[in-house]
């Protein structure tokens, strides 16, 4: 299954990818070179496919716990001023992504979303600690009465040139539900509470609407 973001990318990946195969075999006569260029075009659309697939997960939806917005390795949990909402002290967990992994982002928390906004901005590699406040981004807040208000930012990285945010102001979200999508390499930052417990450790893999990362205590 694919996600909806990838449709028309992989429509004309696939048209490219019968065209070169056609003249490859057309125009090209060694056959050792025709095989390995056939064998690289095919490769590179598999990766397109890989980039977009969408797995369906069943999330067990709970108020008192975050999960994972999206698939990655956790590169940051540490104390911070988040400045654009909140403008106090939270705790940030982060989310690397590379062009390997599922980029679909999903909510953490089921509740109303009080804050969506988007960001232009630079295209500093993911990890850069600048990245989450100077690259191309977006950020979304949703609450419920049990955790309170949830930030959660997708961050543009080097190679990511676009960010799909689904979350409205006013819309009831559930949690696990599909919130946007990241094209190529990128980051999410999540910013909670200090009195929650977090879940996770620097560098575990975290799952997209199965892993929690933190919880009330």
Request: overall charge positive.
């Given at each position: 299954?694919?996600?909806k973001?990838?449709?028309k990318?992989?429509?004309?990946?696939?048209?490219?990818?019968?065209?070169?195969?056609?003249?490859?075999?057309?125009?090209?006569?060694?056959?050792?070179?025709?095989?390995?260029?056939?064998i690289?075009?095919l490769?590179?659309?598999?990766?397109?496919?890989?980039?977009?697939?969408?797995?369906?997960?069943?999330?067990?939806?709970?108020?008192?716990?975050?999960?994972?917005?999206?698939?990655?390795?956790?590169?940051?949990?540490?104390?911070?001023?988040?400045?654009?909402f909140?403008?106090?002290?939270?705790?940030?967990i982060s989310?690397f992504?590379?062009?390997l992994?599922?980029?679909?982002t999903?909510?953490?928390?089921?509740?109303?979303?009080?804050?969506?906004?988007?960001?232009?901005?630079?295209?500093?590699?993911?990890?850069?600690?600048?990245?989450?406040?100077?690259?191309?981004?977006?950020?979304?807040?949703?609450?419920?009465?049990?955790?309170?208000?949830?930030?959660?930012?997708?961050?543009?990285?080097?190679?990511?040139?676009?960010?799909?945010?689904?979350?409205?102001?006013k819309?009831?979200?559930?949690?696990?539900?599909?919130?946007?999508?990241?094209?190529?390499?990128?980051?999410?930052?999540?910013?909670?509470?200090?009195?929650?417990?977090v879940?996770?450790?620097?560098?575990?893999?975290?799952?997209?609407?199965k892993?929690?990362?933190?919880?009330?205590?």
């Open positions: 299954m694919f996600h973001e990838g449709y990318i992989i429509l004309i990946a696939s048209l490219i990818l019968v065209s070169m195969m056609l003249i490859v075999d057309h125009f090209i006569t060694i056959w050792w070179l025709q095989k390995i260029l056939m690289g075009f490769v590179l659309y598999l990766l397109i496919l890989n980039f977009f697939r969408n797995p369906k997960r069943v999330t067990v939806l709970n108020d008192k716990e975050i999960i994972a917005p999206v698939d990655g390795k956790v590169v940051v949990i540490e104390e911070v001023t988040e400045n654009e909140f403008k106090d002290k939270r705790r940030q989310i992504m590379s062009p992994n599922v980029h679909v999903r909510y953490p928390i089921s509740g109303e979303v009080l804050f969506s906004k988007y960001h232009a901005g630079k295209y500093l590699v993911a990890w850069h600690p600048k990245s989450s406040e100077e690259n191309e981004r977006t950020t979304i807040v949703v609450e419920n009465k049990t955790v309170g208000p949830i930030l959660y930012r997708q961050i543009a990285g080097a190679v990511a040139r676009r960010i799909v945010n689904y979350a409205k102001v819309q009831e979200v559930i949690q696990g539900q599909d919130a946007g999508f990241i094209k190529f390499g990128s980051r999410i930052d999540v910013f909670i509470p200090l009195d929650m417990k879940h996770v450790t620097l560098n575990q893999k975290a799952k997209g609407g892993t929690v990362i933190a919880s009330v205590e």
